[in-house]
C-alpha cells in the first residue's frame, strides 16, 4: 500500500499528456477581466478656510466668524472578489476658529468597510472607531463605535452626473448624550461645463434620533444644499468655492438653528 | 421649607441639565457638523482619480491565458486550398 505513493507521479505524467505543449492552440487565446487583488493605500483629503454666519450653532447668539478646516485620510483598499472591495482607513478632521475658539473640535477615526457592487450598485457596510475631542485634539469629550449601511450608485445623462447615496448609521458611545440613529439621503450633482470646470451641488437631509441621556427623546432634522463651482487643477487635485446653507429643525426648541458658509476648498487624493 | 426644597431640586435640574440643554454647540453637535462635512468632503473626493503609485507594480489590464484545443485541426490539403 505504501508503494503505491510511488506510482503517483507516473500517474500524474500520463495525466498530464494530454495538454502537452504541442495541443495548445495560441490562436485561441482566451481574455479574461483582470482584477487587481493586491491592496492599494492612497492619501485624500481637503483643506478649506470657510466663513460661517453662526459659528456657535445658537438660535438667538448669531456670531460671524472663519474657521480652517483640514481633513486628511490614510487609505488601503483592495478586493477579495472582483466585486467585494475592501477598506482600512484613518482619518483626522479639526476645525480651528479665528475668534469663536470655543467652537474648536477635533475627530479622528479608525475604520473599516466592505462594498459589494451589484449591477452599478455600491452597497456599503461600516464600522468606524471614533474619538471626538473638544479643541484641536486637546480634551478628548468621548469615544464612540459608528455602524452604517449604505447604499449608492453613479448616473450620467450627457454632461450631468448624479451620485445618491442613502447612508444609516448608529453610534454606541460611552457619553449616553452621543448615542443615536442618523439617517443621511444625499445627492452629489455635478455639471460639466468644459474638461476644467463644473457646476456641483449637494443638497442634503440628515435625521437624527438620540436614544439615550439627557438627548433621549430629541429629534432634530437637517435640510442643506450647497452650490458651487469647481476648477479640476489635475485628475487629483479639485478647487471648488461653495456656498452652503443649512437649517436644523428640532423638537427641543433650543437646537434650531440656521447657518450660511462660503468658502473655497482644495481636495486632493495622492 | 417645602419651597425651598423645591427650588433646591429645580437647581439641581438646571445644573444637571445645563451641559447638553444650555449650550447649544457641544461637543455632540460639533461632532454632528464636522461628520456633515466628511460626508460632503467624501462626494467631491470619490471624483478625483488616484494616481498610481510610483512604487506600485504595473499590472496589465487583461490576463490571457491559453486554453487546450479541443483536438487537433486538420491540416489544409493543397487541393482544399485550391477550392478556397
Same mark, same amino acid.
Not at chain 1, 54 to 61: E, H, P
Not at chain 1, 221 to 237: E, P
Not at chain 2, 3 to 22: D, K, Q
Given at each position: 500500500?505504501?508503494?503505491?505513493?510511488?506510482?503517483l !507521479?507516473?500517474?500524474?505524467?500520463?495525466?498530464?499528456?494530454?495538454?502537452v505543449? +504541442?495541443?495548445?492552440?495560441?490562436?485561441?487565446?482566451?481574455?479574461? !477581466?483582470?482584477?487587481?487583488?493586491?491592496?492599494?493605500?492612497?492619501?485624500?483629503?481637503?483643506?478649506?478656510?470657510?466663513?460661517?454666519?453662526? +459659528?456657535?450653532?445658537?438660535?438667538?447668539?448669531?456670531r460671524?466668524?472663519?474657521?480652517?478646516?483640514?481633513?486628511?485620510s490614510?487609505?488601503?483598499?483592495?478586493?477579495?472578489?472582483?466585486?467585494?472591495?475592501?477598506?482600512?482607513?484613518?482619518r483626522?478632521?479639526?476645525?480651528?476658529? =479665528?475668534?469663536?475658539?470655543?467652537?474648536?473640535?477635533?475627530?479622528?477615526?479608525?475604520?473599516?468597510?466592505?462594498?459589494?457592487?451589484?449591477?452599478?450598485?455600491?452597497?456599503?457596510?461600516?464600522?468606524?472607531?471614533?474619538?471626538? *475631542?473638544?479643541?484641536i485634539?486637546?480634551?478628548?469629550?468621548?469615544?464612540?463605535? &459608528?455602524?452604517?449601511?449604505?447604499?449608492?450608485?453613479?448616473?450620467?445623462?450627457?454632461? @450631468?452626473?448624479?451620485? !445618491?447615496? @442613502?447612508?444609516?448609521?448608529?453610534?454606541?458611545?460611552?457619553?449616553?448624550e =452621543?448615542?443615536?440613529?442618523?439617517?443621511?439621503?444625499?445627492?452629489?450633482?455635478?455639471?460639466?461645463?468644459?474638461?476644467?470646470?463644473? @457646476?456641483?451641488?449637494?443638497?442634503?437631509?440628515?435625521?437624527?434620533?438620540?436614544?439615550?441621556?439627557?438627548?433621549?427623546?430629541?429629534?432634530?432634522?437637517?435640510?442643506?444644499?450647497?452650490?458651487?463651482?469647481?476648477?479640476?487643477?489635475?485628475s487629483?487635485?479639485s478647487?471648488?468655492t461653495?456656498?452652503v446653507?443649512? =437649517?436644523?429643525?428640532?423638537? @427641543?426648541?433650543?437646537?434650531r *438653528?440656521?447657518?450660511?458658509?462660503?468658502?473655497?476648498?482644495?481636495?486632493?487624493?495622492? | 421649607?417645602?419651597?425651598?426644597?423645591?427650588?433646591?431640586? =429645580?437647581?439641581?435640574?438646571?445644573?444637571?441639565?445645563?451641559?447638553?440643554?444650555?449650550?447649544?454647540?457641544?461637543?455632540?453637535?460639533?461632532?454632528?457638523?464636522?461628520?456633515?462635512?466628511?460626508?460632503?468632503?467624501?462626494?467631491?473626493?470619490?471624483?478625483?482619480?488616484?494616481p498610481?503609485?510610483?512604487?506600485?507594480?504595473?499590472?496589465?489590464?487583461?490576463?490571457?491565458?491559453?486554453v487546450?484545443?479541443?483536438?487537433?485541426?486538420?491540416?489544409?490539403?493543397?487541393?482544399?486550398? &485550391?477550392?478556397?
Amino acid at each position: 500500500m505504501r508503494g503505491s505513493g510511488g506510482l503517483l !507521479p507516473i500517474l500524474g505524467l500520463f495525466s498530464a499528456s494530454g495538454a502537452v505543449a +504541442a495541443d495548445l492552440d495560441l490562436t485561441e487565446i482566451k481574455a479574461v !477581466p483582470y482584477t487587481s487583488m493586491a491592496p492599494t493605500w492612497s492619501v485624500v483629503g481637503s483643506v478649506s478656510p470657510t466663513f460661517t454666519d453662526n +459659528a456657535l450653532f445658537s438660535r438667538d447668539d448669531r456670531r460671524r466668524d472663519v474657521f480652517y478646516e483640514p481633513d486628511v485620510s490614510a487609505r488601503l483598499d483592495g478586493n477579495l472578489t472582483p466585486d467585494l472591495s475592501y477598506r482600512l482607513y484613518a482619518r483626522a478632521q479639526f476645525e480651528a476658529f =479665528a475668534t469663536e475658539h470655543d467652537g474648536n473640535a477635533a475627530i479622528a477615526r479608525l475604520g473599516v468597510r466592505l462594498t459589494e457592487n451589484l449591477n452599478g450598485w455600491r452597497i456599503t457596510g461600516i464600522y468606524e472607531n471614533r474619538y471626538d *475631542y473638544d479643541g484641536i485634539f486637546r480634551d478628548l469629550a468621548f469615544v464612540s463605535n &459608528d455602524v452604517s449601511g449604505s447604499i449608492s450608485r453613479d448616473f450620467t445623462f450627457g454632461r @450631468v452626473t448624479l451620485s !445618491p447615496l @442613502v447612508l444609516l448609521t448608529y453610534r454606541f458611545s460611552d457619553l449616553a448624550e =452621543a448615542r443615536r440613529w442618523r439617517l443621511d439621503g444625499l445627492v452629489g450633482i455635478e455639471v460639466y461645463l468644459d474638461s476644467k470646470w463644473s @457646476v456641483v451641488s449637494t443638497p442634503f437631509i440628515e435625521a437624527f434620533w438620540f436614544t439615550d441621556g439627557l438627548n433621549r427623546g430629541r429629534q432634530d432634522q437637517i435640510y442643506s444644499t450647497s452650490l458651487g463651482l469647481k476648477y479640476n487643477i489635475r485628475s487629483n487635485v479639485s478647487l471648488t468655492t461653495n456656498v452652503v446653507y443649512e =437649517a436644523r429643525f428640532s423638537n @427641543v426648541a433650543i437646537r434650531r *438653528y440656521t447657518d450660511f458658509q462660503i468658502g473655497p476648498r482644495l481636495d486632493f487624493a495622492f | 421649607m417645602k419651597t425651598l426644597s423645591v427650588m433646591i431640586g =429645580a437647581m439641581a435640574l438646571l445644573c444637571l441639565a445645563s451641559p447638553v440643554r444650555a449650550e447649544p454647540r457641544d461637543s455632540v453637535d460639533r461632532g454632528d457638523r464636522l461628520d456633515r462635512d466628511a460626508i460632503r468632503d467624501d462626494v467631491r473626493i470619490n471624483r478625483l482619480t488616484v494616481p498610481r503609485h510610483p512604487l506600485a507594480a504595473e499590472q496589465p489590464m487583461v490576463q490571457q491565458e491559453p486554453v487546450a484545443a479541443p483536438k487537433a485541426k486538420p491540416k489544409k490539403t493543397r487541393k482544399d486550398a &485550391d477550392v478556397h
